[in-house]
């Protein structure tokens, strides 16, 4: 007994040391200079301001990609090129002529203002790059190996505990059906038996009879109406877009207004379904989600990273966008969006009118899109629906000299204020219908 | 008696979800007055398979329209650039519609107050977006910029008129301003 205790002990102590050489090996490895945080953190910081505009450490951008810049260009080279790039190229310095005509004569900011230190930091930083937390990272593998044991184990005794339980159930559910199986006969002739003294109650009785008739066709008219009124109302109408567009993350994570994509709500009679080329302002330099980023389809899909990194694809592709090159390409092909507010053909509405002189909030009508991940129709766009608006919602002609007499003479005659939309004619016929 | 039982329930069913399924329109009464016959906006057919909205005829101006901005998107278009005055009167009505504009199509990148720390650059959406006061801009750089975009910034011609233009040139200018006080 005893040797079998010392004999658990020994291992234990050999892997716990074996794990700590294993860890030791890998941070050095990865380590084999110790990282100067604080400058490392300084140049990140310049790196981040001034730099990553245009540049990124493993990525190509509007300028090249950073990372490991100091292995490929001497140290006074970098520091003469990025105070003052334009000085370097008119010296006839060779290389930086080569490079300038790389990116097709983007023209780099001048930096005079950074010091030799500042440089130097910022330098370091494209060299060491992010620095792995070490602590968290040992953390990490220990607890990983010993938590990703722990699943396996689970998922097995959770396979078998189900399939267990199922086959309970199959012969609970046997049993029962052996047990009903007896007894059903009896049962149906007694329900059969009811229901027909029921129905011979029910043929003498002249009143019940009516109150029937009149019960049964309320219940038609109802299923009747109810469906001749639903007849072109789309309330609630969601297709499938070809894309899947999270609103939610766009207006609402990234509290981008309504207007930057929808432009011409402001001038126009339409709102507008944005270009490609609205997306491509923001989507040139986003090719990729976060990483943590999830959207909810309402038919219980979801997008995780992976599929929603190839739905930013989908625009490029309509955009004729090269991400790997980083030009247009000339191949466009439009995305076929599926309307969803449509109003009828005989009805006239203009959003100019009531976005920019009404100066009303998109979501009265569109609803809260902010937080849709689908959008949806969220009014009925029904006549009632916009007349209801109408009678309620009061004029505010401040500034508005033009109307200044009228609305003085309409609000004597109805005797208020300050009247109404209805009140100054938005519920006569020919306002909309023309 | 089981089987009809069956048939009541799928039918109920059925009627209640194809009652609510949201993926397809509503029945259309009489759709030819529903449809417009003239070329919608943003339609999908165009006049023998090109699009309808296609661009002016290059060399003219729509009436009541403004000249084409013909400088090029070059380095020394935007030296060019640097040229252009604001045709619009400094008031405090474009400057405030100035502001109006702003905050709708600039905001979100470089921020309220134009120190470049708008919403998607706090969450790292975007990285490295100028403080206004930081860069060497006038007016005309900054119309140009607008209509070519710069960098990782795209244009936003397409966005905003002509005068809303040189009304948010006005007001980065005023930001710009206060910011190196």
Known sequence: MKSVELHNRLTKLLLKSFTFLLIFAFSMSSYSQDIDEARQKEGKKLFKSLCASCHKLDKKLIGPALSGIEERRENDWLKAWIKNNAELRASGDRDAIAVFEEYKGSNMTAFPQLSDKNVDDILYYTTVGEIKKKVAVADNATSGASSGEAPGWLIYILASAIIVAFLMIASLLKQVNELKGNTAPGESSNLKRDLHELWAGLKRNTFLKVLTTIFLMLIGAYVFFGTLFKVGVDEGYQPIQPIAFSHKIHAGDNKIDCQYCHSSAKHSKTSGIPSVNVCM???????????????????????????????????????????????????????????????PDFVYFNHSQHVTVAGLECQKCHGPVEEMEELYQHSPLTMGWCIDCHKETKVDLKGNDYYKKIHEDLAKKYNVD???????????CGKCHY | MKNFKLIIALVTLTSIISCNDKRTPQLQYMPDMYVSIP???????????????LKPVAGTIARGGYATYDIADTNEGYELAKANVN???????????????????????????????????????????????????????????????????????????????????????????????
């Not at chain 1, 990729?288 to 989908?314: N, P, Q, S």
């Not at chain 2, 070329?39 to 909205?53: A, L, M, S, T």
């Not at chain 2, 619009?88 to 905050?103: I, P």
Request: hydrophobic residues 35%; contains cysteine; aromatic residues 8%.
């Open chain 1, 418 to 428: 300050q009247v109404t939309i209805s009140q100054l004619g938005g519920k006569e």
């Open chain 1, 281 to 343: 302002n923001c989507h040139k330099n986003i090719s990729e989600v976060a990483d943590d980023t999830v959207v909810e389809l309402e038919d219980g899909i979801v997008l995780g990273k992976e599929e929603l990194d190839l739905e930013i694809a989908k625009v490029y592709k309509a955009a004729g966008w090269d991400a790997d090159n980083l030009e247009y390409t000339g191949e466009t092909s439009p995305i076929k969006w599926v309307r969803v507010h449509n109003l």
């Open chain 2, 39 to 53: 070329y919608d906006v943003n339609g999908v057919n165009g006049i023998n398979g090109e699009p309808v909205n």
């Open chain 2, 87 to 181: 045709p619009l009167e400094a008031s405090e009505e474009n400057l405030a519609n100035g502001k109006a504009m702003y905050d709708i199509y600039c905001a979100t990148c470089h921020g309220k107050k134009g120190d470049g720390n708008g919403v998607l650059s706090q969450r790292e959406k975007f990285s490295g977006i100028p403080n206004y006061k930081d860069r060497d801009i006038n007016a005309g750089t900054i119309y140009h910029v607008i209509m070519h975009g710069k960098n990782l910034m795209g244009s936003h011609a397409s966005q905003i008129t002509y005068t809303e233009r040189w009304q948010i040139v006005q007001y980065v200018e005023k930001l710009r301003t206060d910011l190196a006080k």
